[in-house]
């Protein structure tokens, strides 16, 4: 029978201008979603009805990152967020993309490598009576699936 465990998922995430910050299963995140955004088949219908089918290249996608708003990898996520988008304000956007993060599930042994990866904003905070979540949404130019 197939087992699941959110603390035998192991990842790393990399970055040249503030370094790595390695997590497994904890680090105050509550779920983390790998997204692929590339369409790799498509049709397209004429005026008559004819069907054509295309194959795109690419595997452009993503990662969403659900933590605590105090975690240390919230924290890191901010710090690396303000030094990509500070970079890119002053002509430097060089590393804009410059990211890595790479996922294992160590149970099933499948693994999740996006490179290319950068913010696309600071996520909302949420303020009230008790300590809440915070979703990162981040993109990636190619996400590899084993």
């Keep these: ?47 008559d ?3 054509m089918v295309s194959y795109v290249s690419g595997a452009s996608g993503g990662i969403n990152i659900e933590t605590q708003q105090d975690s240390s990898f919230h924290q890191y996520l901010i710090s690396w967020a303000n030094v990509k988008f500070a970079n890119a304000e002053t002509g430097n956007a060089a590393n804009f993309a410059a990211a890595a993060i790479k996922i294992v599930d160590l149970l099933s042994g499948s693994i999740h490598t996006l490179t ?7 996520p909302d905070k949420p303020y009230g009576p008790q300590g809440g ?14």
């Design 116 to 122: 290319g990866v950068f913010p696309t904003k600071i």
């Design 49 to 51: 009805g004819t069907i």
């Design 1 to 47: 029978m197939p087992t699941f465990a959110f603390k035998a998922i192991a990842g790393a995430m990399s970055d040249p201008d503030v370094g790595p910050f390695p997590f497994q299963g904890q680090e105050g995140v509550k779920q983390v979603t790998i997204t692929n955004t590339t369409e790799r088949g498509v049709l397209d219908t004429a005026a």
């Design 133 to 146: 979540f915070v979703t990162w949404r981040l993109l990636a130019a190619n996400n590899a699936t084993q």
